[in-house]
């Protein structure tokens, strides 16, 4: 129940994909060995948002490269 037309596109296409696509190297990843990063909450101090930041804030520096320094800042926003 084959049909041989359609496997032998399937061969050609196999081999033309296996062959005719070289390798690409990936970019390296940037590093922030050394550096701070900021996490902004725009919340105010002591509620989810902030908890919820904070709470990031302790492994994110693990899954990021040069394992920085993470620091939660709160901005609000309100101004009365």
Do not use: W
């Not at 296409?13 to 550096?35: E, H, M, N, R, T």
Request: hydrophobic residues 50%; glycine residues 12%.
């Amino acid at each position: 129940m084959f049909r041989p037309g359609i496997e032998i596109a399937a061969v050609i296409l196999y081999v033309a994909l296996d062959c005719g696509i070289p390798a690409v190297a990936a970019p390296d990843l940037p590093s922030f060995q050394g550096k701070t990063i900021t996490m902004l909450t725009g919340d105010d101090p002591g509620g989810g948002t902030d908890a919820a930041g904070r709470l990031i804030a302790l492994y994110l520096h693990k899954y990021l490269a040069g394992a920085p320094a993470v620091v939660v800042q709160n901005m609000s926003g309100r101004t009365a």
